[in-house]
């Protein structure tokens, strides 16, 4: 009977390993990217917090175990509500990004963030709202404002694979026309993969 793998198998001295860099990278990469989970400094005494929701993921749960403890996120996309737990370990703080037109539009624990202990806004444009926070769990809530209502109509708003900052980047003229005269579209890039 032969056995079948399903992932890389490495051979070393008569061993089979599955403990292998690409795998860990994979996993780096959803706590980094969905998650939104990353060092912000050293061993993890300053965290950044900017969860990526979109496209048809609607919802998703990490950790990670830092040297400091659990930082952990949860978060669930219901069409202009975005809903995220944070969970900050001892002795650190976090900078937490939402998609966010304002301060207004986020609550912590259902209260506005001028009444949630431990939250401090640091800055709001370009539709992120930034904030400061310190060790604990704290449950964010945006809900759509009128702004994002407006915004949820652009093009940048819907589940294409081309991400909007790639799609909304200015083309440069060459001159040369041809391919880069068809790569156009109102002055924005046009990427292969956009319909």
């Known amino acids: 009977m032969e056995a079948k793998t399903y992932g890389l198998r490495n051979r070393h001295s008569g061993m089979n390993s599955f403990a292998h860099y690409s795998f860990g990278a994979v996993y780096q990469w959803m706590v980094e990217n969905i998650g939104g989970i990353k060092s912000d400094g050293p061993a993890h005494k300053q965290i950044l917090?900017?969860?990526?929701?979109?496209?048809?993921?609607?919802?998703?749960?990490?950790?990670?175990?830092?040297?400091?403890?659990?930082?952990?996120?949860?978060?669930?996309?219901?069409?202009?509500?975005?809903?995220?737990?944070?969970?900050?370990?001892?002795?650190?703080?976090?900078?937490?990004?939402?998609?966010a037109s304002g301060p207004e539009a986020i609550t912590e624990n259902g209260r506005p963030l001028y009444q949630s202990e431990g939250v401090k806004v640091e800055s709001s444009a370009a539709g992120r709202t930034v904030l400061k926070v310190g060790s604990g769990r704290y449950t964010f809530v945006k809900k759509p404002s009128e702004r994002n209502a407006i915004h949820a109509t652009s093009p940048c708003h819907d589940p294409d694979p081309v991400p909007c900052f790639i799609r909304s980047l200015p083309v440069a003229n060459t001159g040369r026309g041809g391919a880069d005269a068809d790569r156009r579209k109102g002055g924005q890039f046009h990427h292969p993969l956009q319909r």
């Open 49 to 99: 917090i900017e969860p990526h929701p979109g496209g048809r993921l609607t919802h998703a749960e990490t950790s990670y175990q830092s040297i400091r403890g659990q930082i952990a996120t949860s978060w669930i996309n219901e069409g202009e509500t975005l809903s995220l737990n944070v969970t900050i370990p001892a002795n650190t703080t976090a900078t937490v990004i939402l998609p």
